[in-house]
């Protein structure tokens, strides 16, 4: 089902299905990512029931390797099966096919059948899709996007993405990107996608601590501390951050005008300060006469949960 006016695929409403009374339903959700799996079972409000963990070795895992993993990360399904299981995946993910189709760090994972395998293990319906867009579900079942049919929903930190909420649909672009690797300096340093200039070469836990170290602030410097700051070196290295990853958010407000952006991740550490630089930063370059003026928090989830609560928010969608 294609929205005539953006060049993307949305995300398609679901089949009807039968469903269990509300006390007995059960939703569940995986996190694929380098070097570990999680899984977890919560109720129906994003309350985590149960919850496992289980690693890999990203640069010599086999699938095989894979398989096995799955498989005890699936052993917390096994007290009752869930309504379905929502996967958030890294990388690029096909959710028509079910494949997680290349992931950098994880050779292994590049085509890899995960819903086949989690459907085999469980035999419950399962969907992935990209990590940063089951994020913005999460958001809208369980967190600060509920009520609302447009927000933009962004992981900081080490891991920059952004999950966009349009007029009630998630916008789901074919090959799964997530914005980390728009253009935001055509001089920019070569980023590891071999592109040039990527958002994520400025606006990542990488970038600020490299900042921190060249201002003479120390090696790796946190979020939380450089805040924590009063000097002027430490006031200027915030203000370029956040300035950085607004970059990216103004060409989401330009296109889509969201209005309200749900930070997940490192922002968390920033406090109000961070939050309100970038507020601030939005609001300066948007003219207000039709769009709603952009809005900024910070998620109070735990960081560990956002994952699984996108990967629930997805099963409740289709369920």
Request: include cysteine; proline fraction near 6%; hydrophobic fraction near 45%.
């Amino acid at each position: 089902m294609t929205d005539e006016r953006f060049p993307l695929r949305l995300v398609p409403e679901p089949e009807p299905q039968p469903v269990a009374p509300r006390a007995q339903r059960r939703l569940g959700a995986v996190e694929l990512v380098p070097g570990r799996i999680r899984a977890a079972v919560l109720d129906m409000s994003g309350a985590v029931l149960e919850r496992t963990e289980t690693g890999y070795d990203a640069a010599t895992a086999l699938p095989a390797d894979l398989d096995a993993a799955l498989a005890r990360a699936a052993q917390v399904f096994a007290g009752g099966p869930p309504q379905g299981i929502g996967v958030a995946a890294a990388g690029l993910v096909d959710p028509d096919a079910g494949l997680i189709t290349e992931v950098n760090d994880v050779p292994a994972l590049r085509g890899y059948p995960v819903v086949e395998r989690l459907r085999a293990l469980t035999g419950v319906p399962v969907r992935v899709e990209h990590h940063a867009r089951l994020q913005v579900l999460g958001d809208r079942w369980f967190g600060p996007g509920r009520g609302r049919r447009t927000f933009a929903s962004v992981s900081t930190g080490e891991v920059l993405g952004v999950g966009i909420l349009y007029a009630g649909r998630v916008l789901a672009p074919p090959g799964g990107r997530s914005g980390a690797h728009m253009t935001v300096s055509a001089s920019g340093e070569r980023c590891t996608c071999g592109g040039r200039g990527c958002w994520k070469t400025v606006a990542t836990t990488r970038w600020l601590q490299a900042r921190a170290l060249a201002a003479g602030l120390g090696q790796a410097m946190s979020l939380a501390t450089l805040v924590a700051r009063e000097d002027d070196a430490a006031r200027q290295v915030l203000a370029e951050y956040a300035e950085n990853v607004v970059l990216g958010l103004m060409n989401i407000q330009q296109l889509f005008a969201p209005g309200l952006f749900v930070l997940h991740g490192e922002a968390r550490e920033g406090g109000e300060r961070f939050r309100g630089l970038i507020e601030k930063r939005l609001r300066s370059d948007v003219v207000w006469a039709v769009a709603e003026k952009p809005r900024v928090v910070v998620s109070t989830a735990a960081v560990d949960d956002v994952a699984l609560l996108g990967g629930a928010g997805m099963v409740l969608s289709q369920v």
